[in-house]
Structures are given as structure tokens and as C-alpha cells.
């Protein structure tokens, strides 16, 4: 496995477990009523998007690159 493609992996897993650890915190029985788990959700959703946009200017950079 290259290291382009390991880095793609790594992020997209990144991703994903951003997004499940926000719907987490945002749906969880016990965190009704708790701000912090709110709070939580929404800073995971929000690092989940910066990630997504990361992993777009990555790729761009890294097909920049393979022109060269």
C-alpha cells in the first residue's frame, strides 16, 4: 500500500468515525439533557467537515503533483 493511498485510507476512516462519534453523542439516551455531549457532537460534525475539505485540497495538491 503506497503511502497516497494509506494517507486516503487513514482520513476517510478519520471521517467517519467523526461523523459516528457526533450522530453518537447527539442521539445517545444518555446524554439527553447534557450540554457537553451536545457540544461534543457538534465540534466532532465540524472536524468531520474540515477533514472531508482537507482530504479534497490533498487530493488536488497530490494530482499537481503527479503532472510534474
Known sequence: MSLKAF???FITISVLLC???GAWCLNSNYAQGRTAYAVAGYISFGL???L???EI???KKFR???KE
Open 52 to 54: 472531508v475539505l482537507y
Open 64 to 66: 499537481e503533483l503527479d
Open 19 to 21: 461523523l459516528g462519534f
Open 48 to 50: 468531520g467537515v474540515l
Open 7 to 9: 494517507h486516503i485510507f
Open 57 to 59: 485540497v490533498f487530493l
